[in-house]
């Protein structure tokens, strides 16, 4: 069963707007890591940020926030006013203690698309 | 985070032939992991390596037609034996250099199977 859901294949916005990414996990552990990464089109993967389950706080970085609700198994991603650098695909991830730590189960990911 | 060094970044090769990919890793790691990304797909987890022992394979993936090695803490090579063109895809390494920090893919060997 896929245990991290990104329910937004793709969203395209214009430039300087705001976009939200879902993402929705599954896990009976209570302890386990959420992670995000950016794949732009030239392929490596980019570490976004590492959030562990005891660790409720949202979070800002530039223009990248995070919103993490246990109760909604959610750990939402929020690019504000975006740039055309921000095109990319965005994977949501889920590390499991009950699991080797190293194993990360991603999402489907999200396609960004900013345009000018 | 880690540095590490993933080769080749790209390879065209013919069905059922052999592949060797290697990934070096500018310090020493416990557990190095290897993942496949298939076209336009979401990255899933191949093998975990440890140094001295065998693999663990995930679940649709075995060693005869995926063979890891690991002969130290810093270096492993996944290999993609018999290929077919279903075996077209992004192959990528990982590693953790610190619980503080995330996990560090290579730059991944894209294989196009003809």
């Known amino acids: 069963a896929q245990k991290v859901t990104q329910a937004q294949t793709e969203i395209s916005v214009v430039e300087k707007e705001d976009v939200t990414l879902d993402c929705v996990y599954e896990?009976?552990?209570?302890?386990?890591?959420l992670f995000w990464y950016k794949q732009p089109p030239s392929g490596e993967l980019v570490f976004l940020i590492r959030?562990?389950?005891?660790?409720?706080q949202n979070e800002i970085s530039g223009r990248y926030s995070w919103n993490f609700q246990k109760s909604t198994s959610s750990f939402n991603f929020t690019i504000t006013a975006s740039q055309v650098v921000d095109s990319a695909v965005y994977f949501c991830?889920?590390?499991?203690?009950?699991?080797?730590?190293?194993?990360?189960?991603f999402g489907a990911g999200t396609q960004v698309v900013v345009t000018p | 985070s880690a540095v590490i060094s993933q080769k080749p970044s790209r390879d065209i090769c013919q069905r059922g032939t052999s592949l060797t990919i290697q990934c070096q890793v500018d310090?020493?790691?416990?557990?190095m992991f290897w993942y496949r990304q298939q076209p336009g797909q979401s990255l899933t987890l191949i093998a975990t390596?440890?140094?001295?022992?065998?693999?663990?394979?995930e679940s649709g993936f075995v060693i005869d037609k995926f063979p890891i090695s690991r002969p130290n803490l810093t270096f492993s090579t996944l290999t993609v034996s018999n290929m077919s063109p279903e075996d077209s895809s992004i192959y990528l390494c990982?590693?953790?250099?610190?619980?503080?920090?995330?996990?560090?893919f290579g730059s991944g060997t894209r294989l196009t199977v003809v």
């Open positions: 991830a889920l590390s499991e203690r009950s699991d080797s730590w190293g194993k990360l189960q």
């Open positions: 959030r562990n389950s005891f660790d409720e």
């Open positions: 310090s020493q790691v416990t557990m």
């Open positions: 990982s590693v953790e250099k610190s619980p503080s920090e995330g996990y560090t």
């Open positions: 896990t009976r552990d209570t302890t386990y890591y």
């Open positions: 390596a440890n140094q001295g022992s065998e693999a663990t394979y």
